[in-house]
């Protein structure tokens, strides 16, 4: 039952959905006048590049037998998802979401890229951060910023997404998924590029 339960928060929690929802956020919480039209069309796009276009390459990868899980398991299945990943990335701030028109979610999306690059590089020296833990960790820190930037009391968010953090930690050492070393990693990896972005937009 435990077993069953930790892998459904890694699924739930998966680091596919995280971008998003700290785009969902965003939109939710900014003060900012943005038509709804503007909105429905961020959403959908960045539905589309950053969940159902990975899944499709995953899908073509696991075909060819590039990728046994999901979860990408070992270090090596990860650098052609990772390197894929990097270049969603850049089209999306290239052509969805541009300094000119929202400069937080520009600000959050480079360092969603450098926390990508980052990772890719350590899996090439064959060290398997843990991609869970960098996607939670810097949605968690986005979050932090925005409340800062924008005044708001979101208190009770930023605890649920700390016991998310815990849970996703726990689920991810739990099913001998990462060693504690890898989980902080990537809790540095996910925080730091978000926080060292401050600086460009706050």
């Known amino acids: 039952m435990t077993d069953k339960i930790l892998r459904s928060i890694s699924f739930i929690f998966h680091p ?4 998003l929802l700290g785009v969902i956020f965003y939109f939710s919480k900014t003060p900012r006048f943005i038509p709804d039209e503007v909105i429905r069309a961020k959403l959908i796009s960045l539905s589309i590049l950053t969940i159902i276009l990975p899944i499709l390459i995953y899908l073509l990868l696991n075909t060819i037998n590039k990728v046994n ?4 398991e070992t270090s090596k299945e990860r650098i052609i ?4 990943n990097c270049v969603i990335i850049i089209i999306i701030l290239k052509r969805i979401i541009t300094p000119t028109q929202i400069i937080e979610l520009y600000y959050f999306f480079i360092g969603i890229l450098i926390s990508n690059i980052s990772c890719l590089v350590l899996a090439i020296m064959k060290f398997k951060a843990s991609i869970h833990i960098i996607a939670v960790s810097g949605v968690f820190m986005f979050f932090i910023v925005l409340s800062i930037h924008f005044s708001i009391n979101i208190n009770g968010t930023l605890a649920l997404m700390a016991i998310m953090l815990g849970a996703v930690a726990t689920s991810r050492l739990h099913l001998k998924a990462h060693n504690s070393l ?8 996910g925080v730091l590029p978000q926080l060292v972005l401050v600086n460009y937009w706050l």
């Not at 596919?16 to 971008?19: A, E, H, I, K, S």
């Open 69 to 72: 899980s999901i979860y990408l």
């Open 81 to 84: 998802p990772l390197a894929l």
């Open 182 to 189: 890898e989980l902080i990693m990537g809790f540095f990896l």
């Open 16 to 19: 596919l959905f995280m971008p």
